[in-house]
């Protein structure tokens, strides 16, 4: 949240005191203590420097003991006019809070309190009392409540208290409810305000809350903050509140002559049908605010098992179980599967019908899967990646052969048009995006399990060769993880492969990482928290039910306990935001 032209005392909700020692160098600040209670004028073994403060007050010191404490010292002593001085006026500290800190540095204590909690920290931010800055934080964070938690975050920022910033956005999110009705929530800034409301992480109960928050604070000075309340309600949520609430409270509202639209938008959404991606006008209003910040879930869809499935499931890494989610219209096989503005899964291709197009709209309450606009080309075993919300399906079995060729869905526009075909057709390809480049990697050709690699460039419409990986893959997965490309599992003509590699685009090399516990042909593949999931797959045998992840950081993989609930080849994997309507 941005500075406030004032910043309000923090509100104490508790009387308290916070004590902060050092544990180390007990006898050490014993010694400093001797030398500064044995001051000697001048005399270079004892005190060599007085501070004078702005009142008049002279505390008295070493140069040596105070430059190794504090950088803001270390600078004055070495690099400053200071340095020569005996006498240093001190005006921008108070002379209460730079005794307490110089008697900090020769005794590694110190007591914050409700009383000398204000002039502490701004003198321990300025001479870079890290410690002391650190314990004040802490006293704060101790007292923070419903009352004082926008106070508090406003000292936060004003000295550079990250954590305490973090900690205290956090309160006033969560306990929004409580915060809204006090009375420093009434003298937020602008800013501070539309940052507020245009958080994903408020917990309200219902947006009705944030519609009511935002009129109590306009009408709090209305004179000067009447035209503000449009760009306000850019950021309420106005379309995920009731109709009848629409009807009887926003309607009725004398303040939104000027936001009619608003209005009108948030009826026109109630006349829509929400579950369809051609007609509903999705925007930040239309979208679920996510309390505690935004989980991501596995969501594997469809494949083959002892037949084609209709089913689909997602895992939570929170709890390490995975759970149904709504069935397909019918079941797909080799098919691929997309996310587009963040709310919207698409199934494309696939066995049955092979240009056909489903849509699973995510943030619907009841969440149920739709036919959209068909793909121009048949294409089963193809691949699928997604720049910038736009759709690409690439290759594939046409029912006539290997297509080369690739379609592009433009969401806006909700058309599919052919762009530039590949260099050669491919199906069973691997497909990423990284920095906006649509990589395919490998497949099968001509007889021939492919280990050529090559880039689609959107701005350029234009496909262009990449290095060859290490071995050739067919029906592999793809993932792109910190900057990489990685080649998971397939075939290489002989045999189901659990070997893995990466590309470095800097670099164009390929290299290889650790091998899978398992062999994994057609497996779905996500990444999840710094994690690249393999999910799936066949062995040549059966399909497998288990899932393991990749970790850069200690370059291992990891079988995750959980088994999925069905066994799946030819499945379609992403990760997804975690939709409010995916029930446990």
């Known amino acids: 949240m941005q500075n406030t032209k004032k910043i309000p005392e923090p509100i104490r909700c508790e009387p308290a005191k916070y004590e902060y020692k050092k544990s180390c160098y007990a006898e050490i600040y014993r010694v400093l203590q001797s030398f500064l209670k044995m001051y000697v004028f001048r005399d270079e073994i004892y005190c060599d420097f007085q501070l004078e403060t702005n009142d008049g007050k002279i505390i008295n010191g070493h140069k040596v003991v105070l430059a190794s404490a504090s950088p803001y010292f270390h600078a004055m002593f070495t690099n400053c006019d200071e340095k020569n001085q005996y006498l240093v006026i001190m005006k921008q500290l108070d002379s209460t809070a730079l005794q307490l800190l110089v008697n900090f540095i020769y005794t590694g204590e110190i007591t914050v309190t409700e009383n000398n909690l204000h002039v502490l920290l701004p003198a321990s931010n300025l001479l870079q009392l890290q410690e002391v800055k650190e314990a004040c934080c802490d006293f704060l964070q101790a007292q923070m409540c419903p009352k004082n938690c926008i106070g508090i975050n406003a000292l936060a920022d004003l000295h550079s208290c990250k954590k305490l910033l973090t900690s205290s956005e956090l309160y006033i999110q969560q306990h929004f409810l409580d915060v809204a009705e006090g009375n420093e929530f009434l003298y937020l800034s602008t800013g501070q305000m539309v940052k507020l409301i245009a958080s994903d992480g408020v917990k309200v109960p219902s947006e009705e809350k944030i519609f009511e928050s935002v009129i109590r604070w306009v009408k709090h000075d209305l004179g000067s903050r009447k035209c503000i309340l449009p760009q306000l309600m850019e950021h309420v949520r106005l379309p995920l509140t009731s109709k009848d609430y629409i009807l009887k409270k926003v309607v009725e509202e004398p303040l939104l002559d000027d936001c009619k ?22 925007n930040i209003r239309t979208k679920a605010r996510q309390p505690g910040g935004i989980d991501k879930v596995i969501f594997v869809v469809g ?46 291709g696939g066995i049955i019908n092979s240009r056909s197009v489903d849509v699973l709209d995510l943030s619907s309450e009841s969440p149920s899967w739709e036919p959209t606009v068909e793909m121009l080309v048949n294409r089963f075993n193809l691949g699928v990646g997604v720049i910038n919300n736009y759709v690409y399906a690439v290759g594939g079995d046409d029912g006539n052969s290997y297509s080369n060729s690739v379609e592009m869905f433009d969401c806006k526009t909700q058309e599919w048009s052919i762009v530039t075909n590949m260099s050669t057709g491919r199906i069973g390809a691997g497909i990423g995006v990284l920095n906006d480049i649509l990589y395919v990697v490998g497949g099968y050709y001509s007889g021939q399990m492919l280990n050529s690699v090559e880039s689609y460039h959107p701005t350029l419409d234009k496909w262009i060769s990449v290095p060859e990986m290490c071995l050739s893959r067919c029906d592999l997965g793809v993932g792109v993880l910190n900057g990489l490309l990685y080649a998971v599992g397939g075939h290489d003509g002989l045999q189901v492969l659990r070997s893995v590699e990466t590309f470095q685009p800097n670099t164009g090399v390929w290299s290889t990482i650790p091998d899978m516990h398992l062999c994994r042909q057609y497996p779905g593949v996500a990444v999840l928290d710094g994690l690249l999931y393999a999910v799936g797959g066949d062995d040549g045998t059966s399909a497998l039910d288990s899932v393991e992840f990749y970790n850069p950081n200690n370059n291992t993989w990891t079988m995750v306990t959980a088994p999925m609930n069905v066994a799946r080849t030819c499945l379609g994997v992403v990760a997804i935001d975690r939709p409010l309507h995916f029930k446990a």
């Not at 089913?311 to 219209?329: A, R, V």
């Open 261 to 282: 639209d608003y209005v009108i938008e948030a009826l026109h959404f109630h006349l829509l049908e929400s579950d369809k991606l051609i007609t509903i006008p999705h």
């Open 303 to 348: 494949g083959e098992g002892h037949n084609v499935i209709s089913s689909t499931e997602w895992y939570d890494p929170n709890i390490n179980q995975w759970h149904f989610g709504p069935k397909l219209i019918t079941p797909r096989s080799g098919g691929g599967l997309a996310v587009v503005k963040d709310n919207f899964v698409l199934y494309l």
